[in-house]
Protein backbone atom coordinates (compact mmCIF):
# COMPACT_ATOMS: atom_id res chain seq x y z
CA UNK A 1 0.00 0.00 0.00
CA UNK A 2 1.24 3.63 0.15
CA UNK A 3 3.39 5.84 2.02
CA UNK A 4 0.35 7.98 3.21
CA UNK A 5 0.75 9.83 6.14
CA UNK A 6 1.81 8.62 9.95
CA UNK A 7 -0.49 6.42 11.28
CA UNK A 8 -3.54 8.23 9.12
CA UNK A 9 -1.83 6.82 6.35
CA UNK A 10 -0.13 4.00 7.15
CA UNK A 11 -0.90 1.00 4.51
CA UNK A 12 -1.25 -2.83 4.37
CA UNK A 13 1.76 -4.86 2.91
CA UNK A 14 0.51 -8.20 3.37
CA UNK A 15 -3.06 -8.68 4.13
CA UNK A 16 -4.25 -11.82 4.79
CA UNK A 17 -5.21 -15.08 2.77
CA UNK A 18 -3.84 -17.98 0.98
CA UNK A 19 -5.90 -20.54 0.02
CA UNK A 20 -6.46 -23.54 -2.11
CA UNK A 21 -6.79 -25.31 -5.18
CA UNK A 22 -9.71 -24.68 -7.33
CA UNK A 23 -11.78 -26.51 -9.99
CA UNK A 24 -13.36 -24.22 -13.09
CA UNK A 25 -17.09 -23.04 -12.78
CA UNK A 26 -19.23 -23.86 -15.52
CA UNK A 27 -21.55 -21.01 -14.98
CA UNK A 28 -19.14 -18.43 -16.76
CA UNK A 29 -22.35 -15.57 -16.26
CA UNK A 30 -21.79 -15.38 -12.48
CA UNK A 31 -19.51 -12.90 -11.74
CA UNK A 32 -21.05 -9.65 -11.28
CA UNK A 33 -20.46 -6.90 -13.65
CA UNK A 34 -20.17 -3.91 -11.69
CA UNK A 35 -19.92 -0.94 -13.55
CA UNK A 36 -18.52 1.42 -11.34
CA UNK A 37 -18.79 2.08 -7.36
CA UNK A 38 -22.52 2.68 -5.48
CA UNK A 39 -20.39 5.17 -3.23
CA UNK A 40 -21.83 3.12 -0.10
CA UNK A 41 -19.57 1.52 2.38
CA UNK A 42 -22.12 -0.22 4.25
CA UNK A 43 -22.56 -4.19 3.72
CA UNK A 44 -26.17 -4.66 5.07
CA UNK A 45 -26.53 -8.13 6.53
CA UNK A 46 -29.79 -9.97 5.83
CA UNK A 47 -31.48 -12.80 7.85
CA UNK A 48 -31.00 -15.84 5.71
CA UNK A 49 -34.26 -18.09 5.59
CA UNK A 50 -32.23 -20.88 3.95
CA UNK A 51 -28.69 -21.03 4.87
CA UNK A 52 -26.51 -20.89 1.43
CA UNK A 53 -24.65 -24.07 0.41
CA UNK A 54 -20.82 -22.74 0.51
CA UNK A 55 -19.67 -24.50 -2.49
CA UNK A 56 -18.49 -21.09 -5.06
CA UNK A 57 -21.61 -21.08 -6.96
CA UNK A 58 -24.67 -18.54 -6.35
CA UNK A 59 -27.57 -20.41 -5.54
CA UNK A 60 -31.15 -18.78 -4.74
CA UNK A 61 -30.73 -18.33 -1.12
CA UNK A 62 -28.48 -15.06 -2.30
CA UNK A 63 -30.91 -13.26 -4.06
CA UNK A 64 -32.47 -11.06 -1.56
CA UNK A 65 -29.06 -10.45 -0.19
CA UNK A 66 -28.38 -6.28 -0.55
CA UNK A 67 -25.25 -5.92 -2.80
CA UNK A 68 -22.01 -3.44 -1.92
CA UNK A 69 -20.31 -2.25 -4.97
CA UNK A 70 -16.91 -0.60 -4.34
CA UNK A 71 -13.36 -0.91 -6.37
CA UNK A 72 -10.34 -1.52 -4.23
CA UNK A 73 -7.22 -0.12 -5.43
CA UNK A 74 -3.44 -0.58 -5.28
CA UNK A 75 -2.14 2.05 -4.09
CA UNK A 76 1.29 3.86 -4.51
CA UNK A 77 3.09 3.18 -1.00
CA UNK A 78 6.28 4.78 -2.66
CA UNK A 79 10.09 3.63 -3.29
CA UNK A 80 8.74 1.20 -5.87
CA UNK A 81 7.43 -1.20 -3.43
CA UNK A 82 4.13 -1.67 -5.26
CA UNK A 83 6.00 -1.32 -8.73
CA UNK A 84 3.84 -3.17 -11.68
CA UNK A 85 0.62 -2.78 -9.86
CA UNK A 86 0.02 0.69 -8.56
CA UNK A 87 -3.62 1.81 -10.08
CA UNK A 88 -4.66 -1.46 -10.89
CA UNK A 89 -8.68 -1.51 -9.86
CA UNK A 90 -10.84 -4.14 -9.60
CA UNK A 91 -14.26 -4.17 -9.41
CA UNK A 92 -15.79 -6.10 -6.74
CA UNK A 93 -19.03 -6.84 -4.48
CA UNK A 94 -20.36 -8.51 -1.49
CA UNK A 95 -23.09 -10.01 -0.12
CA UNK A 96 -23.81 -10.90 3.37
CA UNK A 97 -26.17 -13.38 5.58
CA UNK A 98 -26.62 -14.73 8.94
CA UNK A 99 -28.70 -16.88 11.08
CA UNK A 100 -28.48 -18.06 14.39
CA UNK A 101 -25.51 -20.26 13.84
CA UNK A 102 -23.44 -18.53 10.88
CA UNK A 103 -22.53 -15.45 9.25
CA UNK A 104 -22.45 -15.76 5.32
CA UNK A 105 -20.10 -13.74 2.94
CA UNK A 106 -20.60 -13.63 -1.25
CA UNK A 107 -17.45 -12.04 -2.70
CA UNK A 108 -17.26 -11.50 -6.39
CA UNK A 109 -14.74 -9.59 -8.16
CA UNK A 110 -13.07 -9.42 -11.74
CA UNK A 111 -9.82 -10.89 -12.35
CA UNK A 112 -9.67 -12.26 -15.85
CA UNK A 113 -6.28 -14.65 -15.00
CA UNK A 114 -6.73 -17.84 -12.93
CA UNK A 115 -3.47 -17.66 -10.66
CA UNK A 116 -3.23 -20.84 -8.67
CA UNK A 117 -0.12 -22.57 -9.75
CA UNK A 118 2.31 -20.40 -6.96
CA UNK A 119 5.94 -20.28 -7.79
CA UNK A 120 6.59 -23.17 -9.38
CA UNK A 121 9.67 -25.65 -10.14
CA UNK A 122 11.96 -25.08 -13.32
CA UNK A 123 15.14 -26.20 -14.88
CA UNK A 124 17.49 -23.37 -16.11
CA UNK A 125 19.16 -24.93 -18.81
CA UNK A 126 22.28 -22.37 -19.02
CA UNK A 127 23.14 -22.59 -15.29
CA UNK A 128 22.33 -26.39 -15.25
CA UNK A 129 20.48 -25.33 -11.77
CA UNK A 130 16.67 -26.00 -10.43
CA UNK A 131 14.67 -22.43 -9.31
CA UNK A 132 11.04 -21.50 -8.06
CA UNK A 133 9.37 -18.64 -10.65
CA UNK A 134 9.06 -15.64 -8.43
CA UNK A 135 5.66 -14.38 -6.79
CA UNK A 136 5.80 -10.98 -8.06
CA UNK A 137 6.41 -9.48 -11.69
CA UNK A 138 10.13 -8.24 -12.04
CA UNK A 139 11.53 -5.20 -13.87
CA UNK A 140 14.88 -4.51 -15.53
CA UNK A 141 16.55 -1.12 -14.89
CA UNK A 142 14.48 0.63 -17.10
CA UNK A 143 11.54 -0.31 -15.96
CA UNK A 144 10.64 -3.05 -18.74
CA UNK A 145 8.62 -6.41 -17.63
CA UNK A 146 11.08 -9.24 -17.25
CA UNK A 147 8.50 -11.68 -16.01
CA UNK A 148 5.39 -11.96 -15.39
CA UNK A 149 4.91 -13.23 -11.00
CA UNK A 150 3.86 -16.68 -10.41
CA UNK A 151 2.17 -15.46 -7.14
CA UNK A 152 -1.39 -16.63 -5.94
CA UNK A 153 -4.91 -14.70 -6.19
CA UNK A 154 -6.06 -14.02 -2.82
CA UNK A 155 -8.34 -11.91 -0.62
CA UNK A 156 -8.12 -10.98 2.85
CA UNK A 157 -10.87 -9.09 5.25
CA UNK A 158 -9.21 -7.41 8.73
CA UNK A 159 -11.99 -6.87 12.01
CA UNK A 160 -11.39 -5.03 15.06
CA UNK A 161 -11.48 -7.95 18.13
CA UNK A 162 -13.45 -6.35 20.89
CA UNK A 163 -13.54 -2.85 19.79
CA UNK A 164 -9.85 -3.19 21.00
CA UNK A 165 -8.04 -1.20 18.60
CA UNK A 166 -9.22 2.53 18.57
CA UNK A 167 -7.59 3.83 15.34
CA UNK A 168 -9.44 0.92 13.63
CA UNK A 169 -12.90 2.37 13.70
CA UNK A 170 -11.95 5.65 11.35
CA UNK A 171 -8.53 3.50 9.46
CA UNK A 172 -9.93 0.00 9.40
CA UNK A 173 -6.44 -2.15 7.79
CA UNK A 174 -4.53 1.66 7.78
CA UNK A 175 -4.85 1.12 11.75
CA UNK A 176 -2.09 -1.49 11.86
CA UNK A 177 0.12 -0.64 8.59
CA UNK A 178 3.22 0.30 9.19
CA UNK A 179 5.26 1.62 6.33
CA UNK A 180 8.83 2.79 5.85
CA UNK A 181 9.09 3.41 9.72
CA UNK A 182 11.94 5.06 11.16
CA UNK A 183 14.59 3.13 13.33
CA UNK A 184 17.27 3.43 15.14
CA UNK A 185 20.17 1.28 14.04
CA UNK A 186 22.24 -0.74 16.78
CA UNK A 187 24.12 -2.43 14.68
CA UNK A 188 26.42 0.05 14.15
CA UNK A 189 28.62 2.14 16.48
CA UNK A 190 27.54 4.84 16.92
CA UNK A 191 24.16 3.85 16.43
CA UNK A 192 22.33 5.81 14.04
CA UNK A 193 18.70 6.93 13.23
CA UNK A 194 18.04 5.53 9.34
CA UNK A 195 15.03 5.88 7.03
CA UNK A 196 13.08 2.14 6.62
CA UNK A 197 13.15 2.68 2.77
CA UNK A 198 11.74 -0.57 1.30
CA UNK A 199 9.24 -2.75 3.67
CA UNK A 200 6.25 -2.44 5.91
CA UNK A 201 4.57 -5.06 8.46
CA UNK A 202 1.48 -5.20 10.25
CA UNK A 203 1.57 -4.18 14.15
CA UNK A 204 -0.98 -2.70 16.49
CA UNK A 205 -0.15 -0.12 18.67
CA UNK A 206 -1.03 -1.17 21.78
CA UNK A 207 -0.26 -4.58 24.21
CA UNK A 208 -3.93 -5.15 24.01
CA UNK A 209 -4.93 -4.25 20.32
CA UNK A 210 -5.92 -6.97 18.24
CA UNK A 211 -7.10 -7.56 14.59
CA UNK A 212 -9.12 -10.56 13.31
CA UNK A 213 -7.51 -11.52 9.72
CA UNK A 214 -9.00 -13.76 7.06
CA UNK A 215 -6.91 -15.26 4.43
CA UNK A 216 -8.63 -16.44 1.61
CA UNK A 217 -5.67 -18.25 -0.19
CA UNK A 218 -7.48 -18.75 -4.05
CA UNK A 219 -4.63 -21.84 -3.87
CA UNK A 220 -3.12 -23.31 -1.08
CA UNK A 221 -6.55 -23.61 1.12
CA UNK A 222 -9.17 -24.49 -1.26
CA UNK A 223 -8.21 -27.88 -1.49
CA UNK A 224 -9.76 -27.95 1.83
CA UNK A 225 -12.76 -25.88 1.45
CA UNK A 226 -11.21 -23.82 4.24
CA UNK A 227 -9.84 -20.18 4.64
CA UNK A 228 -6.98 -19.36 6.98
CA UNK A 229 -7.92 -17.99 9.95
CA UNK A 230 -5.05 -15.79 11.45
CA UNK A 231 -4.49 -12.24 13.55
CA UNK A 232 -2.20 -9.39 14.28
CA UNK A 233 -0.76 -7.83 17.57
CA UNK A 234 1.37 -5.47 18.70
CA UNK A 235 4.47 -7.51 18.33
CA UNK A 236 6.08 -6.01 21.06
CA UNK A 237 5.03 -2.32 20.32
CA UNK A 238 6.55 0.45 18.36
CA UNK A 239 9.86 0.47 20.66
CA UNK A 240 10.82 -2.66 19.37
CA UNK A 241 9.68 -2.10 15.76
CA UNK A 242 12.18 0.78 15.77
CA UNK A 243 14.91 -1.24 17.57
CA UNK A 244 14.94 -3.71 14.80
CA UNK A 245 14.19 -2.04 11.72
CA UNK A 246 10.53 -1.81 11.61
CA UNK A 247 10.53 -5.75 10.41
CA UNK A 248 8.53 -6.87 13.71
CA UNK A 249 5.60 -8.51 12.63
CA UNK A 250 2.49 -8.39 14.34
CA UNK A 251 0.79 -11.36 12.25
CA UNK A 252 0.13 -14.46 13.32
CA UNK A 253 -1.80 -17.65 12.77
CA UNK A 254 -4.60 -18.47 15.41
CA UNK A 255 -3.86 -19.91 18.59
CA UNK A 256 -0.01 -18.84 19.44
CA UNK A 257 0.12 -16.67 22.11
CA UNK A 258 2.93 -14.56 23.68
CA UNK A 259 5.20 -16.84 26.33
CA UNK A 260 7.57 -14.38 27.38
CA UNK A 261 10.42 -11.88 25.80
CA UNK A 262 13.84 -12.23 24.86
CA UNK A 263 15.74 -11.84 27.51
CA UNK A 264 18.48 -10.41 24.96
CA UNK A 265 18.44 -7.38 22.27
CA UNK A 266 16.02 -6.99 20.88
CA UNK A 267 13.56 -7.85 23.39
CA UNK A 268 11.39 -9.01 21.19
CA UNK A 269 7.99 -11.14 22.30
CA UNK A 270 8.16 -14.42 22.40
CA UNK A 271 5.77 -17.01 20.77
CA UNK A 272 4.46 -20.82 21.26
CA UNK A 273 4.06 -23.15 18.56
CA UNK A 274 1.12 -24.57 16.61
CA UNK A 275 0.47 -28.14 15.33
CA UNK A 276 1.79 -28.64 11.62
CA UNK A 277 -1.03 -27.71 9.52
CA UNK A 278 -1.38 -25.54 6.39
CA UNK A 279 0.85 -25.48 3.53
CA UNK A 280 4.74 -25.90 3.53
CA UNK A 281 7.29 -25.81 0.89
CA UNK A 282 8.46 -28.19 -1.13
CA UNK A 283 12.23 -27.90 -0.93
CA UNK A 284 15.27 -29.32 0.43
CA UNK A 285 19.12 -28.70 0.06
CA UNK A 286 21.23 -30.87 -1.59
CA UNK A 287 25.03 -31.41 -2.63
CA UNK A 288 25.40 -31.65 -5.87
CA UNK A 289 26.74 -34.82 -7.05
CA UNK A 290 26.32 -35.72 -3.42
CA UNK A 291 29.56 -33.80 -2.47
CA UNK A 292 29.91 -30.88 -4.22
CA UNK A 293 28.18 -27.53 -3.85
CA UNK A 294 24.61 -26.70 -1.72
CA UNK A 295 21.87 -26.48 -4.40
CA UNK A 296 17.71 -26.13 -3.59
CA UNK A 297 15.98 -28.51 -5.17
CA UNK A 298 12.20 -30.07 -5.17
CA UNK A 299 11.82 -32.31 -1.77
CA UNK A 300 8.72 -34.20 -3.37
CA UNK A 301 7.32 -35.11 -7.29
CA UNK A 302 4.67 -36.73 -8.82
CA UNK A 303 6.76 -38.68 -11.86
CA UNK A 304 5.50 -37.77 -15.23
CA UNK A 305 2.41 -36.19 -13.91
CA UNK A 306 1.78 -32.48 -15.94
CA UNK A 307 -0.19 -29.57 -14.41
CA UNK A 308 -0.29 -30.72 -11.09
CA UNK A 309 -0.16 -27.52 -8.50
CA UNK A 310 0.29 -28.82 -5.41
CA UNK A 311 1.51 -32.56 -3.05
CA UNK A 312 -0.49 -33.08 -0.72
CA UNK A 313 0.43 -34.15 2.40
CA UNK A 314 -0.84 -37.42 3.30
CA UNK A 315 0.47 -38.72 -0.62
CA UNK A 316 4.06 -38.32 0.90
CA UNK A 317 3.15 -41.24 3.21
CA UNK A 318 2.90 -43.53 0.00
CA UNK A 319 5.69 -44.04 -2.63
CA UNK A 320 2.56 -44.92 -4.72
CA UNK A 321 1.70 -42.01 -5.02
CA UNK A 322 4.93 -39.53 -4.87
CA UNK A 323 8.50 -39.97 -4.48
CA UNK A 324 11.23 -38.10 -2.85
CA UNK A 325 14.34 -36.45 -4.19
CA UNK A 326 17.01 -37.99 -2.93
CA UNK A 327 20.26 -36.27 -5.44
CA UNK A 328 20.99 -34.11 -8.37
CA UNK A 329 24.05 -33.97 -10.68
CA UNK A 330 26.15 -31.21 -11.41
CA UNK A 331 24.06 -31.01 -14.57
CA UNK A 332 20.93 -30.95 -12.75
CA UNK A 333 19.45 -34.44 -13.28
CA UNK A 334 17.29 -35.62 -10.12
CA UNK A 335 17.67 -38.82 -8.68
CA UNK A 336 14.68 -40.69 -6.58
CA UNK A 337 14.36 -44.57 -5.80
CA UNK A 338 17.37 -46.89 -6.03
CA UNK A 339 18.52 -45.97 -9.66
CA UNK A 340 15.81 -43.86 -11.45
CA UNK A 341 16.20 -40.30 -12.06
CA UNK A 342 14.93 -37.47 -13.74
CA UNK A 343 16.66 -35.73 -16.95
CA UNK A 344 15.68 -32.07 -17.24
CA UNK A 345 18.28 -31.35 -20.15
CA UNK A 346 15.92 -33.85 -22.79
CA UNK A 347 12.91 -31.73 -24.41
CA UNK A 348 11.25 -29.03 -22.48
CA UNK A 349 9.13 -30.51 -20.36
CA UNK A 350 10.77 -28.61 -17.35
CA UNK A 351 11.48 -25.65 -18.67
CA UNK A 352 10.32 -21.75 -18.58
CA UNK A 353 8.19 -21.11 -21.79
CA UNK A 354 6.03 -17.65 -23.02
CA UNK A 355 7.46 -14.29 -22.78
CA UNK A 356 7.78 -11.70 -19.80
CA UNK A 357 4.30 -11.42 -20.30
CA UNK A 358 2.30 -14.94 -21.07
CA UNK A 359 4.75 -16.74 -19.21
CA UNK A 360 4.42 -20.17 -18.27
CA UNK A 361 6.74 -23.07 -17.85
CA UNK A 362 6.76 -26.78 -18.91
CA UNK A 363 4.13 -29.17 -18.41
CA UNK A 364 6.13 -31.97 -15.86
CA UNK A 365 7.53 -28.60 -13.54
CA UNK A 366 6.83 -29.29 -9.98
CA UNK A 367 4.65 -27.80 -7.54
CA UNK A 368 6.06 -25.21 -4.63
CA UNK A 369 4.10 -26.35 -1.63
CA UNK A 370 2.89 -29.53 0.01
CA UNK A 371 -0.99 -29.22 1.30
CA UNK A 372 -2.38 -30.21 4.46
CA UNK A 373 -5.82 -29.06 6.17
CA UNK A 374 -5.50 -26.08 8.80
CA UNK A 375 -6.63 -27.26 11.85
CA UNK A 376 -8.15 -25.59 15.61
CA UNK A 377 -8.37 -21.73 15.55
CA UNK A 378 -6.98 -22.09 11.84
CA UNK A 379 -9.23 -23.50 10.61
CA UNK A 380 -12.68 -21.49 11.69
CA UNK A 381 -13.85 -20.55 8.40
CA UNK A 382 -15.24 -22.42 5.87
CA UNK A 383 -14.49 -21.56 1.89
CA UNK A 384 -15.11 -22.39 -1.86
CA UNK A 385 -14.49 -20.34 -4.41
CA UNK A 386 -14.76 -20.77 -8.58
CA UNK A 387 -12.53 -19.10 -11.30
CA UNK A 388 -15.34 -18.14 -13.64
CA UNK A 389 -12.95 -17.40 -16.83
CA UNK A 390 -13.39 -13.26 -15.93
CA UNK A 391 -13.30 -13.31 -12.03
CA UNK A 392 -13.89 -14.70 -8.86
CA UNK A 393 -16.65 -16.04 -6.71
CA UNK A 394 -15.79 -16.83 -3.23
CA UNK A 395 -18.08 -18.03 -0.86
CA UNK A 396 -17.54 -18.62 3.16
CA UNK A 397 -18.99 -18.82 6.56
CA UNK A 398 -17.70 -18.59 9.96
CA UNK A 399 -19.63 -19.42 13.32
CA UNK A 400 -20.98 -16.03 14.87
CA UNK A 401 -19.03 -16.71 17.73
CA UNK A 402 -16.12 -19.38 17.55
CA UNK A 403 -14.86 -21.34 20.52
CA UNK A 404 -12.20 -18.52 20.71
CA UNK A 405 -10.96 -17.61 24.26
CA UNK A 406 -7.31 -16.24 23.40
CA UNK A 407 -9.05 -12.64 21.71
CA UNK A 408 -7.84 -13.93 18.44
CA UNK A 409 -11.11 -13.74 16.64
CA UNK A 410 -14.45 -11.16 16.07
CA UNK A 411 -17.56 -11.71 17.84
CA UNK A 412 -20.51 -10.83 15.95
CA UNK A 413 -22.57 -11.50 18.61
CA UNK A 414 -23.53 -8.33 19.30
CA UNK A 415 -25.19 -7.63 16.01
CA UNK A 416 -23.24 -3.82 16.10
CA UNK A 417 -21.74 -2.25 12.83
CA UNK A 418 -18.28 -3.65 12.29
CA UNK A 419 -15.71 -1.76 10.55
CA UNK A 420 -13.83 -4.05 7.89
CA UNK A 421 -11.16 -3.38 5.36
CA UNK A 422 -10.99 -6.04 2.26
CA UNK A 423 -8.16 -6.37 -0.18
CA UNK A 424 -7.66 -8.57 -3.30
CA UNK A 425 -4.21 -9.79 -4.35
CA UNK A 426 -3.72 -10.32 -8.25
CA UNK A 427 -1.10 -13.29 -8.79
CA UNK A 428 1.30 -11.40 -6.23
CA UNK A 429 3.06 -11.91 -3.41
CA UNK A 430 2.14 -8.36 -1.12
CA UNK A 431 1.07 -6.13 -4.15
CA UNK A 432 -2.55 -5.30 -3.46
CA UNK A 433 -5.79 -3.71 -3.89
CA UNK A 434 -7.69 -2.50 -1.05
CA UNK A 435 -10.66 -0.79 0.25
CA UNK A 436 -10.39 0.38 3.65
CA UNK A 437 -13.22 1.98 6.05
CA UNK A 438 -16.25 -0.61 5.03
CA UNK A 439 -18.70 -1.51 7.51
CA UNK A 440 -20.94 -4.58 8.55
CA UNK A 441 -24.52 -3.80 9.29
CA UNK A 442 -26.66 -6.84 11.10
CA UNK A 443 -30.60 -6.04 9.64
Known amino acids: MKILKTNLSLITITFLLAIGYVVSCTKDDQILDVAQTDNSTDLIASKASTAPVIDGTIDAAWQNATTLNFQPTVPDPGNGLFSGYIGDVYKASLRCMYDD ?60 IDKSTPKFISQTCYASCHVFSPYMDYSVTPSVYKSNSNSGNHYTNGANEKIDMWWGHLSKDLVFNQMDDNYQDWAGGPGITNLTGGNANGRHVDDITVTSNSATWPYRPVYSTTATQGSSNNRQSLKLDGTGATVTVPLWIKVNATNYNYILATDTLSAANVVKITGVSSTGILYYGVNDSINPNLGNDYLRTGNSVTGSVGSKCFPSFIASPLINGRADITCAAVHTGSGWIVEYKRLIKTSDVLKQDVDFTSKEDFPFGFAIWDGSNNQHAIQPNLVLKFK
Not at 118 to 137: A, H, M
Not at 149 to 159: P, Q, S, T, V
Open 101 to 160: QYVYFLAEYNDNTKNTNVTPWYFDSTTKRWNQEGSSKTYDVNGALTRVGFGEDKMAMLWN
